[in-house]
């Protein structure tokens, strides 16, 4: 009974480490994406003129913005959660997020979703008023803020995505390591 006792604890804790592995790997991604949506959101065009083309690039900015926030709130709560220290010195100041803490992160990302799927909505107004226009000085400034768009929803998508998997991953453990 204790060698399977043992075998399960074994277990558990070696998918406790790969589960950290993974979630560390997907925090750095998150880092990546993170400058990457920092240098996009620097080169956002400037107003075309067109109501709905602009309305879906401040959208699409706005959404930039918050997965940004939310990404830096997830990697400071993540550092917090496994302890990270710096140059080898743990601050004892610092302490670990609450399950509370995450469940709200996590309720802060589902609203990120759904300010992604609104801007993806309004890209379709937007389509439709760039084909209304006539004048082809107007089409290089709406080709320019669509296309920007155009790589900076991607991104945002991604990232979302990630944040909630890596979220709902700590929430899991976190709940498990109360049934223990």
Avoid: H
Wanted: proline residues 2%.
């Amino acid at each position: 009974m204790k060698k399977i006792f043992f075998a399960v604890v074994a277990a558990m804790f070696s998918m406790c480490l790969n589960a950290q592995n993974n979630l560390g790997e997907t925090i750095s991604k998150s880092v990546e994406r993170m400058k990457n949506l920092k240098e996009l959101t620097e080169k956002k065009p400037k107003s075309t003129g067109v109501a709905d083309v602009d309305a879906f690039g401040q959208d699409v900015y706005n959404a930039a913005i918050t997965a940004m926030a939310n990404s830096e709130q997830l990697e400071d709560f993540y550092k917090r959660e496994i302890g990270e220290t710096k140059d080898g010195v743990t601050d004892v100041t610092i302490t670990k997020p609450k399950l509370e803490d995450w469940v709200a992160l996590g309720a802060t990302l589902t609203a990120e979703g759904a300010s992604i799927k609104a801007a993806a909505d309004k890209g379709t107004k937007a389509v439709e008023a760039v084909k209304g226009v006539k004048n082809p000085l107007a089409a290089g400034k709406l080709a320019k803020m669509m296309n920007w768009t155009k790589d900076v929803l991607p991104v945002i998508t991604e990232e979302s995505v990630n944040q909630v998997q890596a979220v709902s991953q700590i929430i899991s453990t976190l709940k498990s390591g109360g049934n223990l």
